[in-house]
């Protein structure tokens, strides 16, 4: 009797071991996943003149980078004034897709009612926000 559940322990633990290796491996693709960004969303209000005119409210995923021109030529390195939601704050580059350079503007809530004396009215290209 012993001998009976020594072999069938065995045959089931062999059987368990070898059967990671005759699944097929799951991959993201495999499984017709695709990737997504955070599902998070915030809002920047994005003025293409200072104090608040001629403005749009924009609704952005937080943490994706955005080129401007996504929203309208007539915001591309045409600033007046800029601020995203409370609790959120953006960068804001003068290169396309969010570049590496090191000339950036950082904004928080509220924002910047003119962006003249910051030097950015005319440099925005790109933004992403946090």
């Known amino acids: 009797m012993k001998f009976a559940?020594?072999?069938t322990a065995v045959a089931v633990?062999?059987?368990v071991a070898a059967l990671p290796s005759a699944l097929p491996e799951?991959?993201?693709e495999s499984a017709g996943l695709q990737e997504r960004g955070t599902g998070v969303y915030t809002h920047l209000y994005y003025c293409a003149k200072k104090n608040w005119q001629d403005c749009q409210n924009w609704r952005v995923e937080k943490q994706t980078c955005y080129n401007i021109k996504k929203f309208g030529s007539k915001f591309v390195r045409n600033t007046g004034s800029t601020g995203p939601d409370a609790g959120?704050?953006?960068t804001f580059y003068n290169v396309e897709?969010?570049?590496t350079n090191e000339d950036r503007l950082y904004a928080n809530y509220p924002g910047?009612?003119?962006?003249?004396g910051h030097q950015w009215d005319k440099?925005?290209?790109s933004f992403r926000c946090w």
Do not use: R
């Not at 910047?112 to 003249?116: C, G, I, N, T, V």
């Open 97 to 99: 897709n969010c570049g």
């Open 88 to 90: 959120t704050f953006c």
């Open 26 to 28: 799951l991959t993201a």
């Open 5 to 7: 559940i020594f072999t």
């Open 13 to 15: 633990i062999g059987s």
């Open 123 to 125: 440099k925005a290209v």
């Open 112 to 116: 910047y009612p003119h962006l003249d």
